[in-house]
């Protein structure tokens, strides 16, 4: 079974510094993993996606993300926080048997304190 | 403009009534689905469409209803049987290969009072 795993309800950093948001994975074969971003009462905005190549893969309004293949890992990063990236955060693997769907993780809030 | 469009935004039911919430694509995908979110529960997939006149099952689908008469259209309805139906839910198209992102309405919020 496809599943992902986001390990912390909850990050908090101080503006300008780093974040990471984690997200760990359990596919069998390769995976097709995403972040999405959900602000409040919207729906999820895609942010970025690993399909193939390049481990670091980046994507909208700054953000980054690193696909680790002996880790099962594929955390978000960015290298300075805004009070404007504060939301709902959510890592997805994509079912890549017939039914196509996308499996999520149950969400990290960041906050970026001012 | 393309787009996925979910009416209405709020959505008010009685107990024992059925509602609908409506979902409307413009981007040519073949695929679409209906997500619930709960609090602390991320989305759970309620039903999804490969392809126009048929869907499947998710995870979730007991109380609730679909429709693909149209590739444009992907309508849910929350019947009677749907006991806490109070949730947030959303609606998603993709082009229907795995390699691709999909693409979230901005919700429609239903309140049982």
């Known amino acids: 079974a496809q599943s992902v795993a986001q390990p912390e309800d909850q990050v908090n950093v101080a503006e300008g510094n780093p974040l990471t948001v984690k997200c760990t994975y359990s596919?069998?074969?390769?995976?097709?993993l995403f972040w999405y971003v959900q602000y409040p009462n919207r729906g999820l905005q895609f942010l970025l996606k690993?399909?193939?190549?390049?481990?670091l893969v980046k994507g909208s309004y700054g953000f980054e993300a690193e696909f680790n293949k002996s880790q099962t890992s594929f955390h978000l990063k960015k290298p300075s926080a805004l009070v404007s990236d504060s939301a709902l955060y959510f890592c997805?693997?994509?079912?890549?048997?017939?039914?196509?769907?996308?499996?999520f993780g149950t969400g990290t809030r960041l906050t970026v304190i001012p | 403009d393309g787009g996925i469009t979910q009416s209405p935004k709020y959505l008010f039911r009685k107990e024992g009534q059925n509602v609908t919430l409506s979902c409307e694509q413009n981007?040519?995908?073949?695929?679409m689905y209906w997500y619930r979110q709960d609090p602390g529960q991320g989305l759970r997939l309620i039903y999804y469409?490969?392809?126009?006149?048929?869907?499947q099952k998710g995870d979730i689908a007991e109380g609730y209803s679909v429709s693909r008469e149209k590739k444009e259209s992907f309508p849910l309805t929350v019947t009677s049987a749907q006991k806490n139906p109070t949730a947030f839910y959303l609606c998603?198209?993709?082009?229907?290969?795995?390699?691709?992102?999909?693409?979230f309405g901005q919700g429609t919020r239903l309140t049982v009072v």
């Open positions: 981007l040519n995908h073949d695929a």
């Open positions: 690993y399909i193939t190549g390049d481990n």
């Open positions: 596919v069998s074969g390769n995976p097709y």
């Open positions: 998603a198209s993709s082009s229907g290969t795995s390699n691709t992102e999909a693409f």
């Open positions: 997805a693997v994509r079912d890549k048997t017939g039914a196509n769907n996308l499996f």
């Open positions: 469409s490969q392809i126009v006149n048929d869907f």
